[in-house]
């Protein structure tokens, strides 16, 4: 059954983005906040395929963290689904992400309308210059810059080096970095085809504030919150020494 509701959400997905991103595309002409209501749209449709045909339901811990004034948010990647479900928690954000995903047809046409911070990893130097130039720029008209600081999505229970990007981008914007941890990879593991239902918990930290920081610090400070977070949200990946990882 889950086989089932799986094939058939990703099927009712794939049909729901096609004309999205083809509408957002064009709508690259109309000011960004027209663009960002048309993807909202988009987005409420996704989130109801994901309650109603997959059984995924969300909660969120610590909403009095965020911030008042838009910052940089550092979070866990363990899935497709934290790159919709953080939309609805932080509006309006833009993603650092790979220029690769431009490319995908209908959904990286809509990313691209969006102006989401699209980086060449290849080309380390620049792609800092990017995150800083169109960082600074986002936060200052606005939005939220959400950053997965590892790189890629990492499976649960484990943790690739967090690398400063984000947290550079804090010092020099000025601007607070909120902490987010989640179990998401519980439901919808990266590479498979059968999504599980159940709930996904989201822990949002306390701000960061730079001020007096450096940005090794700040990295350093946020991935310690996030990684004992998610020793809290999935304990059984996180066995004591001499006991056996659960599968």
Not at 99 to 125: C, H, N, Q, T, Y
Not at 213 to 226: D, E, S
């Amino acid at each position: 059954m889950v086989a089932v509701r799986s094939a058939l959400f990703l099927l009712l997905a794939t049909l729901l983005t096609m004309p999205f991103g083809v509408l957002v595309s064009l709508a690259a002409v109309l000011p960004m906040p027209v663009r960002y209501r048309i993807i909202a749209v988009w987005r409420v449709g996704f989130m109801a395929l994901c309650r109603y045909v997959l059984g995924i339901r969300y909660q969120v811990i610590g909403r009095e963290n965020i911030p008042a004034e838009p910052s940089v948010v550092l979070a866990k990647h363990q899935s497709a689904w934290e790159t919709v479900g953080l939309q609805e928690i932080f509006p309006p954000l833009v993603f650092v992400l790979k220029k690769e995903l431009l490319r995908v047809p209908f959904f990286g046409w809509g990313l691209a309308a969006l102006k989401m911070i699209s980086i060449d990893r290849a080309a380390a130097k620049d792609a800092l210059k990017q995150v800083f130039d169109q960082g600074r720029d986002r936060l200052s008209a606005g939005y939220w810059v959400v950053i997965f600081p590892e790189g890629t999505r990492v499976a649960p229970g484990q943790t690739c080096r967090y690398k400063p990007g984000g947290a550079h981008l804090a010092v020099r914007a000025g601007a607070r970095v909120v902490p987010v941890a989640h179990d998401a990879g519980e439901r919808w593991r990266r590479g498979a085809l059968s999504i599980s239902p159940g709930l996904i918990t989201v822990s949002i930290g306390p701000p960061i504030d730079p001020a007096g920081k450096t940005a090794a610090k700040i990295n350093a400070l946020a991935a310690a919150w996030i990684e004992g977070e998610m020793r809290r949200l999935s304990p059984h990946r996180y066995p004591a020494p001499g006991d056996a990882v659960a599968a």
